[in-house]
């Protein structure tokens, strides 16, 4: 934690990547941002600590608001639940669009580890004992399903994972959608902290999530540029200040790499893998 509170040392990368067909681009606005994790719980504050303009905020709300929730949900519900739909409704807020009406891709690695823990430690010893609402909370698309109802939504929603190129896979679903539908669609992606075992193989130390308003045509907005490239191009790393956040969960430490290019006040290249082989090249334009 003494690493997360040291002066900011932040740079977007900048650098131009090889030059790719504008027709061969998917081209997309980025109408609102959401983000939160301890200590910077909303993107404005993020994107100030990203530019070195500020530091982590000691006096932070230790667990998302998730205002959207009713509050007898709120206090039943899993961190990663009430971690998606706090940045979904502030990407919504920020956007000013009706959460009803949009679409929504969710991402997320592993999904809510701390309850795949206490099933597998309960399966082995006393599987009667099993609860069916932890059970019904341990399902990949909860948070997708928590967050419509909430909204009122009735538009189309999908839960991704890629494993560790799940930021990417999913930025790519909500692109493709947004424009083939020709429609804002709301995408989120988010990962809580391990448990037990788990935490062994999947280690995830803090929860951090971060939601995209992605909108076609608009010219004020920062705009999102993507191709498509086989594997082989390094990964843009996240940036130092936010180094010890990112460093033991590839779906953290991408989207962190993105929000550096988008707090920057120039346009900014970075790559990212989207699947086993596939990478995505992207300009932002902030």
Request: charged share 15%; aromatic share 4%.
């Amino acid at each position: 934690m003494a690493a997360l509170l040291e002066k900011p040392e932040c740079a977007a990368r900048t650098d131009p990547e090889a030059s790719v067909s504008e027709s061969s681009r998917l081209n997309i606005g980025i109408a609102g941002i959401g983000a939160w994790t301890r200590g910077a719980p909303g993107w404005p504050i993020l994107r100030a600590l990203l530019r070195g303009e500020a530091e982590w905020r000691e006096d932070a709300a230790a667990k998302p608001a998730a205002a959207i929730l009713p509050p007898g949900e709120r206090r039943r519900a899993p961190e990663s639940v009430l971690l998606a739909a706090e940045i979904a409704g502030q990407a919504c807020a920020a956007a000013q669009r009706d959460a009803a009406s949009l679409p929504c891709v969710f991402a997320s690695t592993h999904g809510e580890l701390s309850i795949t823990d206490y099933m597998c430690a309960t399966l082995s010893v006393a599987p009667q004992e099993l609860s069916p609402t932890k059970f019904h909370n341990s399902v990949h698309n909860a948070p997708a399903g928590y967050w419509t109802i909430a909204a009122q939504c009735t538009a189309g929603s999908s839960a991704v994972s890629g494993y560790h190129a799940s930021f990417g896979a999913g930025l790519l679903e909500a692109a493709v959608l947004a424009l083939a539908d020709d429609t804002p669609v709301l995408f989120a992606a988010y990962d809580t902290g391990s448990t037990g075992p788990l935490a062994e193989i999947a280690r995830t130390t803090r929860a951090f999530g971060v939601a995209l308003v992605l909108a076609p045509g608009g010219t004020a907005l920062p705009q999102l540029s993507i191709a498509m490239r086989d594997a082989g191009a390094a990964v843009t790393p996240a940036p130092a200040c936010v180094a010890e956040l990112a460093r033991d969960n590839p779906l953290i430490a991408h989207a962190l790499g993105f929000l550096a290019a988008l707090a920057g006040a120039a346009p900014a290249h970075l790559t990212l893998p989207a699947a086993s082989g596939l990478m995505l090249e992207m300009e932002v334009r902030a």
